[in-house]
């Protein structure tokens, strides 16, 4: 098996320093929702600036880069415990070129690794097995404020007057928009996930975020849910980084999965707008990035 290390090393370099381009089409559509001169507006203008000399110096767009997050549909056949091997050398070797920050803690003794590499979860990657003859990569970089307020909601839920339904679910994401009242930096993208147990619900909630902001929920109840959770979200008034505004959040994102009938779970993981996913795809031995 070829090695990729350098090809995921370039991964990592694309999703640290340019932020995927429906992100900065939706930030630019904000800037024009704001008030000329006011502080939302200001934030909005200096993330764009932030953005652009990120891209055109290869640094990172936001000092926090975040955990990384990989997904990894692999062809029959591949070795997951060689694929592993490459993406730690490659953040570790990200990591040495200061692309990612040292993130990687020991909860215990507070020791930063230096490297990014930790236990078998740190960086977090899942593996899963396709039909398909392509080696098909998603990263995502998971900043600490963001996910520190993400939410989980077990429904009902009597102080939201929230059921078990989707009228609940919208009650528990605005909820959480509220509750963060722009720390995590907004604007958020809310990825939302209805159902699972505590676990896989918070991990379906993160794999809603690598759809594109511009997508449309297949789910005709859904979409209308992201709709309507985005619109209201942005009556909140809470604004850019919290600074008052029309735009608190840039999407909202939903999922469901099945459930024990005993359980109605909701999470939240609520991404900055450093948004940083991109993904690559191997094929015939040559990397191709998105
Ligand atoms: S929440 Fe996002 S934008 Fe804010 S500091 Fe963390 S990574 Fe950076």
Redesign the pocket.
Known sequence: MKDHTPDFLELIRLAATSLPPDVERALRAAVEREEPGSSGRAALEAILQNVEMARAGSTPI???T?TPIFTVHHPAGWSTRALREQIRRAVAEATHRSYLRPNAVDSLSGRNTGDNLGDEHYPTIHFEESEDDALVVDLMLK????ENVGAQYRLPDSRLKAGRDLEGVRRAALDAVHQAQGK??APGILGIAIGGDRGTSYIASKETLLRQLDDENPDPALAELEDRITEQANMLGVGPMGFGGATTVLGAKVKATHRLPASYFVSISYM???YRRRQMTIQAGEAAYS
């Open positions: 936001c000092q926090d975040g900043g600490g404020g963001c995590g930096c900055c707008w450093a």
